[in-house]
C-alpha cells in the first residue's frame, strides 16, 4: 500500500483556470466591494455558507462571489486535487521527498475501516488502557496519587497536545495537572518542576525520532530531578511516546507508545503524541476526538467540492495568497479555551506549506504560505486590530467562534457569565462587521476606516472533544489543499535542518571545545560568540 507514486497532478499555475482565474481577478475580484455585493445579492449568506461536521462555515464576508469560486472548483478539478486526496487517503508515498505515506487519517478510522487498522487500534487500545490507569491512580486514596503529568515534546509533539488540553480544560480529570515543556531553555523546566514532587509526577517524553535536542536535554534533566529529589521507580514514572522505540528504552523507558513514520509531527495529536489528552479526558473523550475527525475526514473525502469546507477553505487561500497578494491571514479564536489554536497552526501551516519549490523542485514562481497568527479575542481587539482596521495592509481574518460557553459557573456566577458570553459573541461579530463596512471619517481622516476588509466566520455549537477534532481536521485538509494545488510537498520540513547542523557547532564552541567550527563562522557569529565569552 505505501510506497507507491502519488498519482499525476499538474502545479496549479500550469492550468487554463489559472490563467482564467487571472483574468477574473482583473475584471472583477481586485473590484468586488463587500457592501455592494451584499447589497446586489440578498442571498449572498445563504450561497457562500457552509455546513460541515460540527462547524458551520461563512465564506461570505470574502473578497469572492459565486464566479470566483467555480473558477477555483476548476482550478482544484485541474490540479487533479480529487485524484491527490485519494492518494493520500490511501496511502501513496505522497511525501515525496521522505519517500512516505501520509496517513494521520488512518488513525481515526474505526477499527477494521482504515490502512493499518490493527496497529493503530492495538497502540490506541493499548494507551487508552494506560491512560485509565493514570486516572485511576489520580483518584486513588493512597498516600502519593498522581498529581501531575508532565509532557516533554516539541513542535508537533508539544503543539498538538498543549493545544488540545487546554481547550478542553472543562472536560480534563478534576485532579490532575497537566505541564508542557518544550524549550531548551531550562527556564522551562526548572519552573514547572519546582513546585512538583516525584512521587505524584508523570513525565510523557514526546518525539517522533527520540533524538530532538530540546525533547532529550529535558528529559536527562527530568530524569536527574527525579532521582535526586528522591524519585525511585523511573519504570512508572517515565513512559515515552515515539517510533524510536530503542531508543526510548536505552533512556530507561519501560513503557512506550509507539506510532509510524507516516504519521507526521504536526499530524500527530491524534497518535500516542496524543497520551495526555487522553489522561485529560479519558477514553470516550479521546474518542470522541477521533470520531469528530473521522466525520471531518469523511466530509473531506465525499463532499462535492462545491460544498466541501476544507477544500473551499484551501482555494480562497490560494485566492487571497497568489491573487489578492495577502501575506498574512489572522487568527481569532473568540475563545479563550482556544488560547494555543494559532501557534497550533502556525506549525501546521507554515511547516506544512512555507516551500518555495514545488515536489519536482523547481522552484515556484508564486508565493505559498502565508504567515499566521493571532490571538484571542477579545484580548487581541485591544492590541494589533486597530491595524486590521486602519492599516496599510490588509489581513483577512479568521473568526472562530463558540455559541455556547463551556464553563456554566455556579449560582452565584452564572448569569454573569452567561452575559459575558453573549458579550463575546457580539464583540466577534462585531468585529468582522466593522473590518467589512468601515465607515465614513468626513473631515476627520484619522477616523475613516476603508472596510471592505475580508473575514471568515467558523462556529461551533460547543467545544467538545468531538468538535475539537473535526475543527483541527479541516485546517489539515485545508492546508493540504492550498499545498497540493501549489503542487509542493506539504510534509516535509527539510528547512529546520541547518539551523540544527550550525547550532551543533557552536554549541561546541559555548562548550569551549578548542577550535571548533571557527573556520566556518562570520564575522558577525564570531563577534556575538565573543560576547557571549566562547
Ligand atoms: O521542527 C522540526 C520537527 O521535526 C517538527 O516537524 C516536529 O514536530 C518536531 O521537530 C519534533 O520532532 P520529534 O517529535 O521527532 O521530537
Not at 186 to 204: K, N, Q, R, S
Not at 295 to 307: G, I, L, T, Y
Amino acid at each position: 500500500m505505501t510506497g507507491a507514486a502519488p498519482t499525476s497532478w499538474t502545479r496549479c499555475d500550469r492550468t487554463a483556470a489559472w490563467a482564467a482565474l487571472g483574468g477574473h481577478w482583473q475584471a472583477h475580484g481586485r473590484e468586488l466591494d463587500l457592501r455592494d455585493a451584499f447589497a446586489r445579492d440578498a442571498g449572498r449568506f445563504a450561497s457562500l455558507s457552509f455546513d460541515a461536521p460540527e462547524v458551520f462555515c461563512d465564506l461570505s464576508k470574502n473578497l469572492i462571489d459565486v464566479a470566483t469560486l467555480r473558477f477555483l472548483v476548476d482550478l482544484a478539478n485541474e490540479c487533479g486535487l480529487e485524484a491527490q486526496r485519494d492518494a493520500m487517503l490511501g496511502g501513496a508515498a505522497i511525501n515525496t521527498t521522505e519517500g512516505r505515506a501520509v496517513l494521520h487519517t488512518a488513525l481515526r478510522a474505526p477499527k477494521g475501516a482504515g490502512p493499518f487498522s490493527d496497529e493503530v487500534h492495538g497502540v490506541l487500545d493499548a494507551m487508552l488502557d494506560f491512560a485509565a490507569q493514570v486516572r485511576r491512580r489520580a483518584d486513588a486514596p493512597g498516600a502519593a496519587p498522581l498529581r501531575h503529568i508532565v509532557h516533554i515534546g516539541i513542535g508537533g509533539s508539544d503543539l498538538g497536545p498543549r493545544m488540545a488540553v487546554r481547550a478542553l480544560a472543562h472536560l480534563v480529570h478534576p485532579r490532575l495537572a497537566f505541564h508542557f515543556v518544550a524549550n531548551v531553555d531550562g527556564d522551562d523546566l526548572a519552573t514547572t518542576l519546582a513546585h512538583l514532587a516525584p512521587a505524584e509526577t508523570l513525565f510523557i517524553v514526546a518525539s517522533k525520532t527520540f533524538t530532538t535536542q530540546e525533547t532529550m536535554a529535558n528529559a536527562e534533566t527530568a530524569k536527574r530531578w527525579f532521582v535526586a529529589s528522591g524519585g525511585t521507580r523511573i519504570d512508572e514514572h517515565f513512559v515515552a511516546a515515539t517510533t524510536n522505540v530503542e531508543a526510548a528504552a536505552k533512556f530507561g523507558i519501560a513503557r512506550t507508545f509507539g506510532f509510524w513514520d507516516w504519521v507526521g509531527g504536526r499530524y500527530s495529536l491524534w497518535s500516542a503524541i496524543g497520551l495526555p489528552i487522553a489522561i485529560a479526558l479519558g477514553a470516550d473523550g479521546f474518542r470522541a476526538l477521533l470520531a469528530g475527525a473521522r466525520a471531518m475526514d469523511e466530509h473531506f473525502a465525499s463532499a462535492p467540492v462545491a460544498r466541501n469546507v476544507p477544500r473551499l477553505l484551501g482555494l480562497v487561500d490560494v485566492w487571497y495568497r497568489n491573487f489578492h497578494r495577502f501575506p498574512t491571514r489572522c487568527i481569532a479564536p473568540y475563545a479563550e479555551a482556544l488560547q494555543r489554536l494559532p501557534a497550533y497552526l502556525q506549525q501546521l501551516e507554515m511547516e506544512s506549506n512555507g516551500k518555495r519549490v514545488d515536489r519536482n523542485g523547481d522552484a515556484l514562481p508564486f508565493a505559498t504560505s502565508p504567515v499566521v497568527w493571532g490571538e484571542p479575542g477579545t484580548n487581541a481587539q485591544h492590541a494589533y486590530f486597530q491595524m486590521l482596521h486602519q492599516g496599510s495592509d490588509v489581513v483577512p481574518v479568521e473568526f472562530i467562534v463558540v455559541r455556547e460557553a463551556a464553563l456554566a459557573g455556579d449560582d452565584a456566577t452564572s448569569d454573569a457569565l452567561a452575559r459575558q458570553h453573549r458579550m463575546l459573541l457580539a464583540n466577534a461579530l462585531a468585529q468582522s462587521q466593522a473590518l467589512m463596512q468601515g465607515r465614513e471619517g468626513g473631515r476627520e481622516p484619522h477616523r475613516h476606516f476603508p472596510g471592505n476588509r475580508p473575514s471568515t466566520t467558523l462556529l461551533l455549537d460547543r467545544l467538545t472533544a468531538r468538535s475539537l477534532g473535526a475543527l483541527v481536521a479541516l485546517y489539515e485538509h485545508r492546508v493540504f489543499t492550498s499545498g497540493a494545488l501549489w503542487g509542493i510537498d506539504s510534509f516535509d520540513q527539510w528547512g529546520v535542518e541547518l539551523g540544527k547542523a550550525l547550532g551543533g557547532a557552536l554549541l561546541a564552541r559555548l562548550d569551549g571545545q578548542a577550535g571548533a567550527a571557527a573556520a566556518a563562522i562570520d564575522a558577525s557569529t564570531a563577534g556575538l560568540l565573543g560576547k557571549l565569552g566562547a
